[in-house]
């Protein structure tokens, strides 16, 4: 028999990393937790992660989104 998964916990805020707009979003499905950060203008993923904490997939996520922004160059 196959177990339900759902997501559950989801949490959804916006938040400013290397001098970009960004939305985190973080759920759980089973045991596991995951973290999407994507940049609010055209939506586009920038880091994901999964942990068995919401804390851990957070970290996880932002670290690889803010080394991937500091290194976009912005143009005026």
Not at 8 to 18: G, P, W
Not at 26 to 54: E, K, L, Q, W
Request: with cysteine.
């Amino acid at each position: 028999m196959t177990e339900n998964l759902r997501s559950e916990d989801y949490q959804q805020r916006a938040d400013t990393l290397a001098g970009w707009p960004i939305k985190i979003v973080s759920y759980r499905i089973g045991a596991t937790h995951y973290c999407h950060i994507d940049n609010v203008s055209p939506g586009a993923t920038i880091a994901r992660a999964n942990a068995a904490s919401r804390e851990a997939a957070e970290e996880e996520a932002i670290a690889k989104a803010t080394g991937r922004l500091e290194k976009t160059r912005r143009r005026s």
